[in-house]
């Protein structure tokens, strides 16, 4: 089954507009963390420059620094040496980024919809709005209905789900993703891939999403960058050119352009962790 005239992935290239709403620019970026008098190298140095809208999937096996680079992005930590800018500026955390972590960290004695209206009063949502923007974002992730439930009365999947909505309530052109399936069942976990999939292109969020899964990354990434082991640096920086729209994801999975792609990834992790 073939869905493209050209499955080779290529490698990124073109210009870069940093000042552009959700453009992240990773400029020479090492992190290090302190042991008492020993330091340990978790990044870098890494360059990356990611332009407005694009899905961008961090791979790599564990330990490899993906998920700091992600918290550095976020605006979390410092990065040691380098610089990293969203849109323009010095990232600033909960502000410049929505970010989904790999537990919903709901807050339990909220309901669903409670969750939902405490992420819009922190972005500065009107309370007159709040009730409709709730009503969107839970329709966006497939919750309608759910604003009553209490936490513990949805699954798993869902509250991955609320997690997203409260991400997106955030008046923010970046979205951030740490493992945010590794802990659900595979059918779930598929099934919030194919909903995070539509949600990034009908949000046209800069997106960046961390895993060790070359699978996953090949199916969500409109590009992948595959990290080396510890100190993380780019082993592989790759556009995936699979429809983003209009493709049964079942047809997507079983495609071979999408195989060869699922296979390449998945070699260069290993190659990368072996380095």
Known sequence: MSLLSNSTPRQVEGEFAAGLPGA??????????????????????????????????????????????LRLIAGFENPSSGRIQVSGSDPVPGVSAGVVFQQPRLFPWKSVGGNIDLALKYAGIAKPVRERRRAELLHRVGLDGTEDRRIWEISGGQQQRVAIARALAADTSLLLLDEPFAALDALTRERLQEDLRNVSVESGRTSVFVTHSADEAAFLGSRVVVLTSRPGKVALDLKIDLPRTGVDPDELRGSSEYAAIRAEVGHAVKVAAAA
């Open 24 to 69: 992240i620019r990773i400029d020479t970026v090492s992190h290090e963390y302190s042991h008492g008098r020993e330091s340990v190298a978790a990044v870098g140095p890494v360059s990356i420059d990611i332009p407005p809208g694009e899905f961008v999937v961090l791979v790599g096996a564990s330990g490899c620094g993906k998920s700091t680079l």
